[in-house]
């Protein structure tokens, strides 16, 4: 399977599963998905239960937090991340505050779908990568998965999560993985070992990262897109890299960070969002406050930059291979 | 620029409304012009929106000046049932004047009255099934109050006291009670409309017989959300009543503001093929029955009504509010449709039903019930007194239902400050 396939796979499961699980967004019902993500589930489930949604994200989030209240447990889609801005006071005022503010009494199991990042030449409106925003809202958890298998197990236990999650899906590496070198061929999930995907029910537990290549010389903290980026410079390099991928930003793992990051004294951070305040920010933070005295040179982080995603020139933009393999030989120095 | 030389056009000039009335200004309402209680004619539940396109301009009425219910709208209660909306809207004013006066007294921070608009949300609750899904705005106290909530536990939350089921964790009247069907209160005007048709969409997917109702502000319709909302309601045919509170001021922005001038609240439904009502909101039997008609057609399938309640009101906003900055002190004396709850006693004597010596009865009754109530309510703390009384670390609670690592690091360090600062 594709991650695409992983991700209808999950939401099949669980709709299987759990007659309250209902699909609504731009386009995902008759058509599937811009993306496909959702083809062929209202013909299996019915109208009822995966619909199409008038172009309104704020209504999308907002009638979800209405279904939810109800006892359902909706999976709205946002067709591009960059879109969903107009519905965040619903998502940041409503969705993630719901348990707080009435104690319990009305909870919001909805899990946020929207595709994210760039490397598609998406120009600045399809290509953003807004996890940042989110993580700093208290009641949102945050999940980016890296490969099919993990797609399908993480939105399953997002789907099933008493609690509002956002579930951003790379979409450069919906297809298949993606070292950073646009300018050559990329293999398809098909012919890549990730691409093992059970038919049935599995999960991948919320807050747990993933140690994808083991090393000693330096820990990169990394998801999504910036995974297989982060392995393919490893490889080049000949750095002795040990590779996390975080799978969720909220709740963090921060443990296997830590103890990474403690045996090696190294730690380079790559993310796709625009440095400031971005989520390599709070890694950081978090990374200096448990290891500062495991540091053997100064935390490095490779972000976007902090402009707009320019459409013609988006690999200057994109966090490459040049750029990561360049961090890796500073961090090294010391 | 307009003025450079050469140039012939007309400048342009930039509209902004001011009310009609500002402190100092004597008040008339002479120019409003109503039509006579009786004067709309009911049409079938099952109308199409088509076919109703002069309801958002008229102003359904059903009680005459001298307290007659006439006409189709008349909704031809039993007196039991008149008299049980009195006493809810007389327990409702009761209710706001002692914790008006409890929020002068420094037991607690904040209050919000509802006076003079008593009928919409006591009607209302009385004309929807009682376990019809309510998603209010912060001056729906009467929906708990006519839905016999006890006061004691809306005291408590106005408190943040032992007794407040949300642990002190929200702004007195953001009540919260997923059983007596008044969902979570939130601050940000105008989230709860497309939650509250969400709602309502779901009940109809599972093929449910309740429906969902919510309430907003006039100024509230100026906000994303209400578009949304309507959007969502009309495409599905969601079975929700979606209330406007026209009470004509958002703080301190009149009607105008959120376009009261160019036509009316209720005209909104007009574009999104909803149908839409326009209610005499002081009159308590022309809102209960512009309810019912919108709930029956609600749960016959026949979609969405827009229902807006020209009302007036009469207090501040809240008390952080001081209105005799920006209107007329007197100007709800003149607002012409009166006081609701008089109309309606007014109503129940001339049907022969009731007299002066049963209201003053019950006029005590309801005084009693809250005065007792906030004394019990007070002996578990007010919020001058006993804030913290839930436990600090409550305070980590409910931000997910299992306490995530971080949150628990959080609390543990916050537990360990206060330790050691010996609080």
Not at chain 2, 43 to 56: G, M, Q
Not at chain 2, 285 to 301: D, Q
Request: net charge negative; with cysteine; glycine share 10%.
């Amino acid at each position: 399977m594709n991650m695409i396939q992983a991700i209808n796979s999950a939401m099949d499961v669980c709709m299987e599963r759990d007659d309250g699980v209902t699909v609504l967004g731009e386009d995902v019902g008759y058509f599937g998905g811009v993306f496909r993500a959702t083809a062929g589930l209202q013909k299996k489930y019915g109208k009822n239960r995966v619909f199409d949604a008038p172009i309104n994200e704020c209504g999308i989030i907002g009638v979800s937090i209405g279904m939810a209240a109800y006892g359902l447990r909706p999976v709205p889609e946002i067709q591009f991340a960059d879109y969903i801005y107009p519905g965040m006071d619903q998502l940041i005022s409503e969705a993630a505050r719901l348990r707080y503010r009435s104690a319990g009494d009305f909870t919001c199991p909805i899990t946020v779908r929207s595709p994210f990042g760039g490397g598609i030449f998406g120009g600045q409106t399809h290509s953003q990568s807004p996890e940042g925003i989110f993580t700093h809202v208290s009641g949102l958890k945050t999940v980016i998965p890296s490969n099919p298998y993990d797609a399908k197990g993480l939105l399953i236990a997002a789907i099933e999560d008493p609690d509002p999650v956002l579930f951003f899906e790379p979409k450069r590496i919906y297809n298949g993985p993606f070292d950073g070198h646009y300018d050559r061929p990329v293999q398809p999930w098909s012919k890549h070992d990730s691409s093992e995907v059970p038919e049935g029910y599995y999960n991948v537990p919320l807050g747990k990262a993933a140690v994808v290549r083991a090393g000693e010389a330096v820990t990169v903290l990394c998801y999504g897109t910036m995974v297989h980026v982060a392995l393919g410079v490893a490889q080049e390099s000949g750095v002795d890299a040990e590779i996390i991928d975080l799978r969720t930003l909220v709740p963090l793992d921060i443990e296997t960070i830590a103890a990474s990051v403690e045996k090696t004294g190294r730690c380079v951070i790559v993310h796709e969002a625009t440095r400031t305040s971005g989520f390599g920010a709070e890694l950081s933070a978090q990374v200096q406050e448990r290891c500062f005295h495991h540091l053997e040179a100064p935390i490095e982080r490779v972000t976007g930059w902090d402009t707009p995603y320019p459409h013609s020139l988006e690999w200057a933009y994109f966090p490459g291979p040049v750029r990561l393999g360049q961090a890796l030989k500073r961090v090294m120095k010391d | 620029m307009a003025d450079e030389p050469g140039r012939n056009l007309r400048s342009l000039s930039l509209h902004v409304p001011e009310p009609k009335y500002r402190p100092g200004d004597t008040v008339s309402f002479d120019d409003m012009e109503f039509p006579a209680a009786g004067s709309v004619a009911r049409p079938d539940i099952a109308a199409d929106p088509a076919t109703l396109r002069d309801y958002p301009f008229t102003l359904i009425r059903v009680l005459d000046p001298d307290g007659q219910a006439v006409g189709e709208w008349n909704p031809r209660l039993e007196p039991d049932r008149i008299r049980a909306i009195l006493r809810a809207m007389m327990l409702t004013c009761a209710f706001d004047d002692r914790m008006f006066r409890a929020q002068r007294q420094g037991k607690t921070s904040f209050y919000m009255k509802c006076t003079g608009e008593e009928a919409i949300a006591v009607s209302q609750a009385m004309a929807l099934d009682r376990d019809d899904m309510c998603f209010p705005s912060y001056r729906q106290q009467g929906l708990l109050i006519a839905r016999d909530w006890p006061l004691i536990d809306m005291m408590c939350q106005i408190y943040s006291n032992a007794g407040d089921r949300l642990k002190g964790r929200q702004l007195p009247i953001m009540y919260s009670s997923k059983e007596a069907g008044f969902f979570s209160i939130s601050g940000n005007l105008g989230t709860q409309y497309p939650q509250a048709v969400g709602w309502a969409m779901a009940s109809a997917a599972k093929g449910d017989t309740r429906i969902a109702a919510s309430w907003v502000g006039e100024g509230t319709t100026a906000e994303g959300d209400f578009h949304a909302a309507c959007t969502f309601a009309s495409v599905f045919r969601a079975p929700v009543v979606l209330n406007i509170v026209n009470n004509q001021w958002a703080i301190s922005s009149f009607a105008g503001f959120a376009g009261g001038e160019s036509t009316t609240f209720a005209a909104r439904g007009l574009g999104y093929g909803i149908a839409a009502l326009r209610v005499d909101g002081n009159d308590a039997l022309a809102v209960y029955a512009a309810t019912e008609w919108a709930a029956e057609r609600a749960r016959s399938n026949h979609g969405p009504t827009l229902i807006e309640h020209f009302t007036y009101r009469v207090e501040a906003h809240s008390t952080s509010d001081d209105p005799s900055a920006y209107r007329p002190a007197d100007e709800g004396l003149h607002f012409p449709l009166g006081d609701p709850i008089e109309r309606l006693k007014q109503h129940l004597i001339r049907i022969g039903e009731w007299d002066d010596a049963s209201h003053e009865a019950l006029q005590a009754e309801v005084t009693a019930q809250v005065r007792d109530a906030g004394k019990e309510a007070e002996k578990l703390g007010t919020l001058s007194g006993t804030a913290f009384n839930h436990g600090f670390e409550t305070s980590f609670e409910d931000v997910f239902a299992e306490m995530p690592p971080h949150l628990r690091e959080q609390m543990g360090q916050s537990l360990e400050e206060r330790r050691v600062a010996g609080v």
